[in-house]
C-alpha cells in the first residue's frame, strides 16, 4: 500500500513516517513543499534517512497515486489536503485540529463521503485497548451506572506553534475526541469556558483552559487543558479522565505512573510512565479498517466537526464570559 506523509509541520510527523516506513506491506511517500531542507526533522531529511521517495510538490505526490495519506500540515492547510487526497481517491487520517473552522472542517467530511474514501482523526488514545475496555464498560451500565459526570485533564510542555491551535486547538480536541466516543456521538448542548494565553504570550493563543459542556443527556463534562504539567505529572505524556456514574466512578489514564523515584542529580522527582506506545497502534488501525464498510478506524470526520463545534464555542465563550448554546447540527 503508498502511503503519504503530507507535510512535516507537525511534530509527529518524523514519527509517523519512521513508524510506517517499519510496518509491512507499507511503501512510504514523504512530501513536504514548505520544509527547510536543512532541517534535520522536515521532510526531505528524513526521506533521505529512511531512503524513500520524496515529492517537492503536492501535483507530483499525488501523481504517484497513494492509497492512504496522513495529513500533518499547518491546521490551515489541512482541508486543502484532505480535499486533495479524497479526489484522488485516497483515505485520510487528519492530525487534530482538523480544521480552522466548522465550515473547513464540513467540507473536509462532504469531500471524503463523496469520493468514498474514509477519514479518520489522529486521536491515538482513542485507539487504545485500555480504554475500549473502558468505553464498553461504561455502554453497558452495570459498572458505574447511569453515567452523570466527566473530568478530564490532559495537561503538556509548550509547544510554541500557535498554528497548533493552542491548549484549546490541540489539547482539548483530543479530551473532547474520548468524550465524543464515550457518549456515542450525542451532541453537546451548551460550553461555557474560560483561558489565559500567558505561556504564549499571543491574546489568539489559550496556553490554558478550563471547559465545562452539558450534553443533551445531562452528563455534564469538565475538562482542563494548558500547556504546563499538572503538579503530580499524572497527564503528562497523555490524557486522563474520571468518568463518574450513580453507583461508581471509573479512572483512564493513557500514561500511567509506574515507577516513581528521587532524583538527587536534580533534586526532584522523577517517575517512569507505562502504557502502550499508541502511535504505532492508531496507524496499523487505521491502515486495516474495513474498506467494505467504509468505517473509519478511531474518531471520523463526524465526530471531528462535533469536537470542533466545542472548541469554537468554548473560545466564544472565552470571547463574552458568557454560556454559549449550541444549536442542533
Known amino acids: 500500500m503508498k502511503v503519504a ?29 514548505g520544509g527547510s531542507p536543512g532541517d534535520p526533522v522536515r521532510g526531505q531529511a528524513v526521506a533521505a534517512e529512511l531512503d524513500v521517495p520524496y515529492a517537492g510538490s503536492w501535483d507530483e505526490v499525488f501523481a504517484l497515486r497513494p492509497e492512504a495519506v496522513v495529513v500533518t500540515s499547518e491546521v490551515a492547510r489541512r482541508r486543502e489536503l484532505v480535499e486533495r487526497a479524497a479526489e484522488a481517491g485516497a483515505h485520510v487520517l ?21 469520493a468514498g474514501v474514509r477519514l479518520a482523526l ?70 461555557y469556558a474560560q483561558a489565559n494565553s500567558v505561556l504564549s504570550g499571543d491574546p489568539g493563543v489559550e496556553s490554558a483552559a478550563l471547559v465545562s459542556v452539558r450534553y443533551a443527556s445531562g452528563t455534564v463534562v469538565s ?30 489514564n493513557a500514561r500511567p505512573r509506574l515507577l516513581g523515584v528521587f532524583d538527587a542529580a536534580t533534586s526532584s522527582e522523577r517517575w517512569e510512565a507505562g502504557g502502550a506506545d499508541l502511535d504505532p497502534v492508531m496507524l496499523g488501525a487505521f491502515l486495516a479498517a474495513d474498506d467494505a464498510t467504509g468505517r473509519a478506524a478511531g474518531p471520523d470526520g463526524a465526530a471531528g466537526v462535533r469536537t470542533l463545534r466545542i472548541i469554537e464555542a468554548a473560545r466564544a465563550s472565552v470571547r463574552t464570559g458568557q454560556p454559549v448554546d449550541l444549536a442542533s447540527a
Open 223 to 252: 475538562v482542563d487543558c494548558s500547556w504546563s504539567l499538572s503538579a503530580h505529572q499524572s497527564a503528562a505524556g497523555g490524557p486522563a479522565m474520571t468518568f463518574i456514574g450513580e453507583r461508581a466512578s471509573v479512572e483512564f
Open 5 to 33: 506523509v503530507l507535510s512535516f509541520a507537525h511534530e509527529r510527523a518524523a514519527t509517523y513516517a519512521r513508524l510506517l516506513h517499519d510496518m509491512p506491506g507499507v511503501d512510504l511517500i514523504i512530501a513536504d513543499p
Open 122 to 191: 489522529a486521536s491515538p488514545v482513542c485507539f487504545s485497548p485500555a480504554f475500549t475496555a473502558v468505553r464498553d464498560g461504561l455502554a453497558d451500565g452495570e459498572a458505574i451506572g447511569q453515567l452523570t459526570t466527566v473530568h478530564g485533564v490532559y495537561n503538556s510542555p509548550p509547544t510554541g506553534k500557535a498554528e497548533d491551535g493552542g491548549a484549546l486547538g490541540a489539547n482539548a480536541a483530543v479530551l473532547f475526541d474520548m468524550v465524543d466516543a464515550v457518549l456515542g456521538g450525542e451532541p453537546a448542548e451548551q460550553v
Open 94 to 114: 487528519c492530525e487534530q485540529p482538523m480544521a480552522a473552522t466548522e465550515a473547513d472542517a464540513r467540507a473536509m467530511v462532504r469531500a471524503c463521503e463523496d
